[in-house]
């Protein structure tokens, strides 16, 4: 299967500052997604990025497909960003199943 | 984008026994697919069912362990049987879902499981 790599796996940060959270796949991708798991472990689909960039309010993710990697943005953290983001990527056929990441759990203090 | 009903959202059973947890969507997809996630673990994909005939199991899941139902194009049970505390995870459906993007895929509210 294709590997997916996170980092960092854990960060701590004050409400109000920034963040980049990185992904690395090995191989050639026709999706990536990044999601958020709350703390009641529903899984929130924040991006559905194969490449380019795009931007939600405070977040923002970028896909740059030819080298392999994916960057999630989080600008002026809130203690409701707590929680695991994970990056999944499917790659191949048009049916397929998604590979995640191990996730990288942030909590952000008041 | 889809909307998947995923039910129970949670339950703590006795070891031994069963529990079947179903997901309904509000489109008709080809494909859904059940995974798996343990306690600080990622997600492990545990099969693939499509409508009509037998689910498609990953290295390490069985079918008698965990059975599939697929009887229409939007809706889909997992069972978890003979449970032991080993069963403990959160598990989750997902479909995918072309609201989002061509290849996107959502996911139900999951089911966290705790067996005692």
């Known amino acids: 299967g294709i590997q997916v790599e996170q980092s960092p796996p854990d960060l701590i940060l004050q409400e109000g500052a920034n963040s980049t959270l990185r992904c690395n796949f090995s191989?050639?991708?026709?999706?990536l997604q990044w999601f958020h798991q709350n703390p009641w472990g529903q899984l929130i689909n924040l991006f559905y990025?194969?490449?380019g960039t795009k931007q939600n309010g405070r977040l923002s993710a970028t896909t740059v497909a030819t080298e392999r990697y994916s960057l999630l943005y989080i600008s002026s953290s809130q203690t409701t960003d707590s929680g695991v983001y994970f990056c999944?990527?499917?790659?191949?056929?048009?049916?397929?199943?998604?590979?995640f990441g191990r996730g990288t759990q942030l909590t952000v203090w008041p | 984008s889809a909307v998947i009903s995923q039910k129970p959202s949670r339950d703590i059973c006795q070891r031994g026994t069963s529990l079947t947890i179903q997901c309904q969507v509000d489109?008709?997809?080809?494909?859904m697919f059940w995974y798996r996630q343990q306690p600080g673990q990622s997600l492990t994909l545990i099969a693939t069912?499509?409508?009509?005939?037998?689910?498609?199991?990953e290295s390490g899941f069985v079918i008698d362990k965990f059975p599939i139902s697929r009887p229409n194009l939007t809706f889909s049970t997992l069972t978890v049987s003979n449970m032991s505390p080993e069963d403990s995870s959160i598990y989750l459906c997902?479909?995918?879902?072309?609201?989002?993007?061509?290849?996107?895929?959502?996911f139900g509210s999951g089911t966290r499981l705790t067996v005692v």
């Open positions: 191989d050639s991708v026709n999706n």
């Open positions: 999944a990527v499917k790659r191949g056929s048009t049916l397929g199943r998604l590979y």
């Open positions: 489109s008709q997809v080809t494909m």
């Open positions: 990025i194969p490449s």
């Open positions: 997902s479909v995918e879902d072309r609201g989002l993007g061509l290849y996107g895929y959502t």
């Open positions: 069912a499509n409508q009509g005939s037998e689910a498609t199991y």
